[in-house]
């Protein structure tokens, strides 16, 4: 299922996600809450935790409360 999810990245200089979910080099600058959409593949109710595979392929694992599930 679509989703728009929240999560703190590393961005660099122009407020994008850098580091380890980047193909540039710029330094981090700070962290920022960012919103982007996702798929959710894997969910634990237990621990309350999804697993989001984000638009640009890399994977997150966030609180079910900062997932927003959506169907096209």
């Known amino acids: 299922m679509k989703c728009t999810y929240k999560f703190e990245f590393p961005v660099d200089e122009l407020?994008?996600?850098g580091?380890?979910?980047s193909m540039t080099d710029l330094p981090i600058i700070h962290h920022k809450e960012l919103?982007?959409?996702g798929k959710i593949t894997g969910r634990d109710l237990e621990l309350g935790l999804y697993k989001i595979k984000d638009k640009e392929g890399f994977t997150v694992i966030v609180p079910i409360k900062s997932v927003h599930p959506w169907e096209e």
Request: hydrophobic share 10%; no cysteine; glycine share 22%.
């Open 35 to 37: 919103s982007r959409n």
């Open 19 to 21: 580091g380890i979910y």
């Open 15 to 17: 407020g994008r996600p």
